[in-house]
Nanobody, 119 residues
Framework: QESLVESGGGSVQTGGSLRLSCVASGRLYSSHVVNWFRQAPGKEREFVAAIRWSDTRSYYADPVKGRFTISKDKAANTVFLQMNNLKPDDTATYYC????????????RGQGTQVFVSP
């Protein structure tokens, strides 16, 4: 059965770094886009970053530009989200979502990994 599994969340202080991973158990095709979304308690879900499986094109939400980097390891069927200079506003549950368009939310997603950034 296909699945997406996130890992790498945790608790860090402001200015710290974390690297999230999203491992896909099923095959990823050239039409696929792997997105990261996040949702903080009491807040709406928001797009964070996305990368096309077919090429190197990547996309970022304004709040994370210059701090977060999305990348992939095709041999490992894995997408990473390197998060640097973390801020308390980055505290959220982060979800990996497979779609065919950057920024779209979809049904095929992981269970999420929690990130907490202390002041």
């Amino acid at each position: 059965q296909e699945s997406l599994v996130e890992s790498g969340g945790g608790s860090v202080q402001t200015g710290g770094s974390l690297r999230l991973s999203c491992v896909a158990s099923g095959r990823l095709y050239s039409s696929h886009v792997v997105n990261w979304f996040r949702q903080a308690p009491g807040k709406e879900r928001e797009f964070v970053a996305a990368i096309r499986w077919s090429d190197t094109r990547s996309y970022y939400a304004d709040p994370v530009k210059g701090r977060f980097t999305i990348s992939k390891d095709k041999a490992a069927n894995t997408v990473f989200l390197q998060m640097n200079n973390l801020k308390p506003d980055d505290t959220a549950t982060y979800y990996c979502v497979r779609t065919t368009s950057p920024g779209d939310w979809g049904r095929f997603r992981g269970q999420g990994t929690q990130v907490f950034v202390s002041p």
